[in-house]
């Protein structure tokens, strides 16, 4: 059950009850598949200097982020997604490693117009492969994704060669879809980056699958 009252900003939500207890079986479900197959969690910061993302994630983006001068004029945004501070994180702390498998639950933010699937404040579960030392490490990325958004509907589609709006990407990437959210069908979005490869899933967009 969403809860709302008149001091609440626009597209953000109080989420409790029954829905609360289904939100949390879903993220069971779907950490159950990641750790199962080797991923562990990384819990990101909320706070990124604008720069994380005004280096990497593209127009598409930019014109989203909520930005804001700290007490010393220092530009911060609320994270818009995961994957650009993923690859911070392997540049400064994993270059020398190989095969890294992280997932994470996080809330993110985007200056959106809100309507239902698509929210200013939402959550994203995502996958990443830091440094790839198997070849077809991409198939069974998509191979997972398939296999959590099943966990809710069969009715899917994958589109596995796709031009993805983020400027981190070095090649087309892959999306699933699911017609009957109508307008705001995607549901995973992904691809490969200099550092490795990984996929996000739309949490909020999953949990209206039937």
């Given at each position: 059950m969403e809860l709302r009252i008149e001091e609440q900003a626009r597209g953000v939500r109080i989420i409790t009850g029954e829905e609360t207890r289904q939100r949390r079986l879903l993220l069971n479900q779907l950490i159950a598949i990641a750790e199962a197959n080797g991923f562990n969690e990384i819990i990101l910061p909320s706070l990124e200097p604008a720069s994380v993302y005004v280096n990497k994630a593209g127009p598409e983006i930019l014109g989203q982020m909520y930005v804001f001068p700290d007490k010393k004029a220092r530009p911060l945004c609320l994270r818009p997604e995961g994957t650009a501070t993923i690859q911070l994180i392997a540049d400064k702390h994993y270059k020398q490693r190989k095969n890294v498998k992280l997932w994470y639950f996080e809330r993110c933010w985007r200056y959106e117009k809100p309507q239902e699937g698509r929210y200013r404040?939402?959550?994203?579960?995502?996958?990443?492969?830091i440094n790839p030392d198997n070849p077809s490490c991409r198939d069974e990325l998509l191979a997972l994704a398939e296999q959590m958004v099943a966990l809710k509907t069969s009715a899917f589609g994958v589109a596995r060669s796709v031009k993805r709006g983020l400027d981190y990407y070095t090649e087309d990437g892959?999306?699933?879809?699911?017609?009957?959210?109508?307008?705001q069908k995607q549901v995973v979005g992904g691809g490969s980056y200099r550092q490795g490869m990984g996929?996000?899933?739309g949490f909020d967009r999953l949990m209206l699958c039937k």
């Open positions: 404040e939402f959550f994203q579960f995502g996958l990443e492969v892959f999306e699933i879809a699911v017609p009957g959210l109508g307008a996929f996000a899933i």
